[in-house]
């Protein structure tokens, strides 16, 4: 049925880059012949997902949605997407994404944008199913798919679930290894579960986690069963409501939308307390530093010589080749990430933008430290706005960016943090809500979450 459902809406969402139904139905058929067998099955046995198209998938085309990997088919799997078989899962196919992760609406994908299956009520108006977690947010809303996975480097789990009334979660950094996933931002680049509820999350993510010793940021800790210690009952927590993310101009039905969820808090029994994270204002524009620092020294790779696409133009030399590649290869979001990326790290700007942005890194980890002495979670919106329609935000990159204002400083500091949903704004288009807890608490959030 999901293999169906797959086929049918692609013309319309255009979610998966590639569909393979075969992989799917392998996975339902080893759970028939694990019953018959009598044997034991795995936590995720015979459920299909769709795998965004940044997790190398041993044999089927890892794009990153990008010209420069069209065609790469790899021999090996992400020790995630392998964590994910091995756990029963099957894939239904490689699902879009932004170009390299790198972008808030899907727009910058080589294969098209992902279509929302959302609509503002009397109007056709194609809306963004978010960035760049775009195919997996599209495809779970449209039921293609029960769960998927994401990646999410400054929000691209967090926002997309947000704008699709879907749930996910970026776990701590270092949870789940980035061993075979394309790399965006090493230093934040964390993959997470998106499915339609918490429970699925929590189970989805269980199997995903894990240490891995060939990723030298893999966190060596054991993974709790979440799943086994969900609660909704938050009485003796405390539930901090961080002053800064009440932005000016911030629209009111997201206003709205904050009290509902600090009156859900207060029904489950949790104390909601203010608290202040002062340096939030400086956390966007240190992570439109630091995220294209790393993403132009990774993307040096694609070089011509060793993955997908080669240019050579007649007669030409190393450097042409190196040139002529990486011009059609890349995209101009992540042509202008690279563009950033080098002019911040070049000799003569480097301590005015690059170090200075890690400075403030570090503080914004402060502020999270010193908030979470008082209370174990926070709660503030996922995104300052619902879904915007697709090509609305295309040539202001800047304002593209501040769609991120609420999510990037919990990547910043690496903590965990989910989107759940939190009903509709007044034009019928969902909304949500972020959980950020403390280092490894992930039970935390997901229990908020519930
Ligand atoms: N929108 C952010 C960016 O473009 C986040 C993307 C992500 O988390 N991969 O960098």
């Given at each position: ?5 797959v ?5 319309a969402l255009?979610?998966f880059?590639?569909?393979t139904?075969?992989?799917a139905l392998e996975a339902?058929?080893t759970?028939?012949?694990a019953r018959?067998?009598?044997?034991a099955l ?7 997902i769709?795998?965004?198209?940044l997790f190398a998938?041993?044999?089927v085309q890892?794009?990153?949605?990008s010209?420069?990997?069209e065609g790469?088919?790899p021999?090996y799997?992400?020790?995630v ?11 239904l ?6 170009q390299f ?7 910058s994908s080589?294969f098209?944008a ?7 009520p009397?109007?056709?108006a194609?809306?963004?199913?978010g960035?760049s977690s775009?195919?997996s ?8 798919a029960?769960a ?7 929000g ?5 679930a947000a ?7 970026k776990?701590?950094?270092g ?6 996933v394309v790399?965006?931002?090493s ?16 189970i989805?993510l269980?199997?995903?986690?894990g240490f891995?010793?060939?990723d030298?940021?893999s966190?060596d800790?054991?993974?709790?069963n ?13 539930v901090g409501i961080?002053r800064?993310?009440?932005v ?6 997201i206003?709205a939308m ?7 808090a207060r ?5 909601v307390v203010e608290?202040s994270l002062?340096h ?8 439109y530093?630091i ?14 010589v060793?993955?997908?696409l080669?240019?050579?133009?007649d ?16 995209g101009a ?11 911040v790290?070049?000799?003569?700007f480097y301590d ?6 890690q400075?403030v890194?570090?503080?914004i ?6 908030a979470?002495?008082e209370?174990?979670v926070?709660?503030?919106?996922t995104?300052?706005?619902?879904a ?17 204002v609420?999510t990037v400083p ?5 903590l ?8 509709l704004?007044a034009?019928g288009?969902?909304l949500?809500?972020?959980i950020?807890g403390?280092p490894l608490?992930e039970q935390?959030?997901l229990?908020?979450g519930l």
């Amino acid at each position: 049925a999901f293999n169906a459902n797959v086929a049918a809406a692609q013309g319309a969402l255009n979610a998966f880059i590639v569909a393979t139904p075969q992989k799917a139905l392998e996975a339902a058929k080893t759970v028939d012949d694990a019953r018959a067998k009598g044997e034991a099955l795995g936590p995720m046995a015979g459920v299909p997902i769709g795998m965004k198209d940044l997790f190398a998938t041993d044999g089927v085309q890892t794009s990153a949605a990008s010209h420069m990997l069209e065609g790469f088919v790899p021999r090996y799997e992400s020790t995630v997407s392998r964590k994910l078989w091995e756990a029963g899962a099957g894939m239904l196919g490689k699902l879009n994404l932004d170009q390299f992760a790198m972008g808030s609406s899907n727009e910058s994908s080589h294969f098209g944008a992902v279509v929302s299956p959302w609509r503002r009520p009397g109007s056709n108006a194609p809306l963004t199913a978010g960035g760049s977690s775009g195919g997996s947010s599209a495809a779970i809303a449209a039921r293609l798919a029960p769960a998927a996975t994401g990646t999410d480097t400054g929000g691209s789990i967090r926002q997309p679930a947000a704008y699709t009334g879907t749930t996910g979660i970026k776990p701590t950094y270092g949870r789940c290894s980035r061993w075979g996933v394309v790399a965006y931002a090493s230093s934040l680049d964390q993959a997470g579960a998106m499915a339609r509820d918490v429970t699925d999350c929590a189970i989805m993510l269980e199997s995903m986690a894990g240490f891995d010793p060939k990723d030298a940021t893999s966190l060596d800790m054991p993974v709790p069963n979440w799943t086994a210690s969900l609660s909704g009952d938050l009485r003796g927590k405390k539930v901090g409501i961080p002053r800064e993310y009440r932005v000016e101009g911030m629209a009111p039905e997201i206003e709205a939308m904050w009290e509902q969820g600090i009156a859900w808090a207060r029904d489950a029994g949790a104390e909601v307390v203010e608290v202040s994270l002062p340096h939030t204002q400086y956390a966007l524009a240190a992570y439109y530093i630091i995220a294209p620092a790393e993403a132009s020294s990774n993307l040096a790779r694609y070089d011509g010589v060793r993955y997908g696409l080669r240019d050579l133009p007649d007669g030409a030399g190393l450097q042409d080749m190196y040139a002529a590649t990486r011009a059609a290869g890349f995209g101009a979001e992540v042509k202008r990430r690279i563009l950033i990326g080098t002019y911040v790290l070049s000799a003569g700007f480097y301590d005015a933008y690059y170090t200075k942005a890690q400075k403030v890194r570090t503080l914004i980890s402060q502020d999270f430290a010193t908030a979470f002495e008082e209370v174990d979670v926070l709660l503030t919106p996922t995104a300052p706005t619902a879904a915007f329609a697709l090509g609305e935000n295309q040539d202001d990159p800047v304002a593209m960016y501040l769609n991120d204002v609420f999510t990037v400083p919990a990547s910043l500091a690496g903590l965990p943090a989910m989107s759940v949903p939190a009903g509709l704004d007044a034009q019928g288009l969902p909304l949500g809500l972020q959980i950020i807890g403390r280092p490894l608490d992930e039970q935390g959030v997901l229990n908020a979450g519930l």
